[in-house]
């Protein structure tokens, strides 16, 4: 802070397994049936304000992160995951506030024949 400048406060907001259905995959059982998808992220975010003010103006609505992935998601089918996760990431920048993201999106029952809780992928992005 040798400028002077003041360091804005900085916080992480977590979503955890917002569960959503879609029809993404290869296969055509995939785009036909659909399946339930997993999605995991941590968006580091810039404070609008002291914090101890409490004051909902000052953050980010998780309601409308949900809502703008949710549709990002579901409006159009990907093939792979990682696609759908990097349009996730894209439509993300409409929250001006959000200074890195990290997604993961997750199939929780891929059709692959072995056990196994989930298979996903992970992306980042900074803005």
């Known amino acids: 802070m040798s400028n ?3 360091e804005k406060e900085r916080y992480q907001i977590r979503i ?3 569960e959503l259905f879609a029809y993404h995959g290869v296969f055509p059982e995939e785009k036909k049936l659909g399946q339930k998808f997993g999605i995991d992220l941590i968006l580091e975010v810039e404070a609008q304000g002291d914090l101890l003010e409490d004051c909902l103006d000052q953050v980010i609505s998780y309601p409308d992160i949900i809502d703008n992935v949710n549709r990002t ?3 159009k089918s990907f093939d792979l995951l990682e696609a759908a996760a990097k ?3 894209l439509n993300l920048s409409q ?3 959000i200074k890195h993201a990290r997604v ?3 199939k929780l029952a891929p059709p692959v024949p072995y056990t196994l809780g989930s298979v996903g992928v992970q992306l980042e992005k900074s803005y």
Do not use: N
Request: glycine fraction near 6%.
């Open 4 to 6: 002077g400048s003041i």
């Open 16 to 18: 955890d397994a917002l």
């Open 73 to 75: 998601f579901t409006e």
């Open 87 to 89: 349009a996730i990431l």
């Open 95 to 97: 929250f001006p506030s």
């Open 104 to 106: 993961c999106v997750k």
